[in-house]
DNA sequence: TAGATTGTTAATCGATTAACAATC
DNA sequence: TAGATTGTTAATCGATTAACAATC
């Protein structure tokens, strides 16, 4: 019997367990429990032993999980102990401020181009090293340097367009915060960030 | 046997529902089935109509769903059939991108204060209406005007006492793009938005 | 009427939780 | 050793889908 695929909403949690695995280290603090790490996440310590299941065996009977190497492990499992470069396309506002995030500058997804259709905004510098560029020159600069990840920050009369120009240059994952849905070939990954859609299902409860 | 609460999960689809009959309406298209309704969101038919089931009888055998009756009955589900004012906390390069946002200019959730914890902010001009103020002032400013709705876009540190004030001020439902996990009474709704944890998610596949 | 599609029930599928043997 | 906590199995819970009578 092999064994089974971590489910996606597995993999969707993982982040967060790293994320507090990552501010325990920074605390020093060298062991935790199941129980422990729920707690802080809100989660069942039943399902963090069975989230990790998936991929191994971490932790210590008795002991629990030590914090720094199981850190590690589901850096090594997301694949987040490497860069990955991000193509940004859209430098309005919202695409402005990403490029300032740290994460996007020196972190561990790096934005290395910006395109966008709107000549006043060609060369635009979003940053030191970030230039607004033409969307025609995407595919060239994309296939150069072997980029995987996109961020749509585009309108969403635009956004389709331009997620298929970014499929067909190699684009294996998009973030899109364009509020629509992309209908793209199967094999592409797509997360869509939508504020409006989210605090329209709060108010729903207010 | 008292009908069932709709589960969360079920509400946090509806805003996709609603904006694809707004745009069916846009086109003039004045009938649509589960069918099509499900091809464009990539969802079941089935799931469609047990969905809405949840609320009430909208369709017509044989039929399908009148768009623009279903619209209107989603929004006044949702309450979007109203505004509702929200403050915004944080006044770096993100919320000042969120100020821009048109939704959240004129649309339905406009935001009527802006407060920051740096006084090299304050007085700053995000809008022509709005003005960045002492986060000191914050409590007054909520309550005089009823607001019910927060978003937080300040740093991890911050957060968690940013978001208590908010509490104290009477905000029930919080959008937080600090990437922690906060702490709050029962009854306040939050919903977390972070890039990063999605990218990371998604690198997993690559 | 005949064809289509709803609303709902029952069946299926999948995710979460409870429980506990293994063992540090 | 005794106490604690893992990893895993089985039970439970909840969400999705299939199917179909009702009916436009």
Redesign the pocket.
């Known amino acids: 019997m092999p064994p089974k695929d971590a ?4 993999v969707r949690r993982l982040p967060y367990y790293m994320r507090a695995l990552a501010q325990a280290a920074e605390r020093d603090q060298t062991v ?4 422990e790490l729920g707690a802080w996440l809100g ?5 963090i ?5 998936y991929f ?10 030590e914090v720094a190497y199981l850190r590690d492990q589901l850096r090594a499992i997301l694949r987040a102990d490497r860069d990955w470069q991000v193509v940004l396309v859209g430098a309005g506002a919202l695409g402005t401020a990403l490029a300032h995030y740290p994460v996007f500058t020196y972190g561990q997804f790096p934005i290395v181009a910006v395109f966008d259709n709107d000549p006043a905004k060609h060369d635009r510098r979003l940053r030191e090293d970030l230039v607004v560029q033409p969307v025609a020159g995407m595919e060239q600069a994309i296939c150069d340097r072997g980029i995987r990840v996109g961020i749509l920050a585009v309108p969403a009369g635009a956004a389709q367009e331009v997620a298929e120009g970014l499929v067909a240059c190699g684009i294996e994952a998009i973030l899109n915060y364009a509020p629509i849905r992309l209908s793209l070939p199967e094999h592409v990954r797509v997360q869509d960030i939508d504020p409006v859609a989210v605090l329209q299902s709060m108010t729903y409860y207010l």
Chains 1, 2 share one sequence.
């Open positions: 489910p996606d909403i597995v935790v429990s199941s129980q989660v069942s310590p039943a399902q032993r069975k989230d990790l299941s191994g065996e971490f932790g210590k009977q008795g002991l629990g999980y």
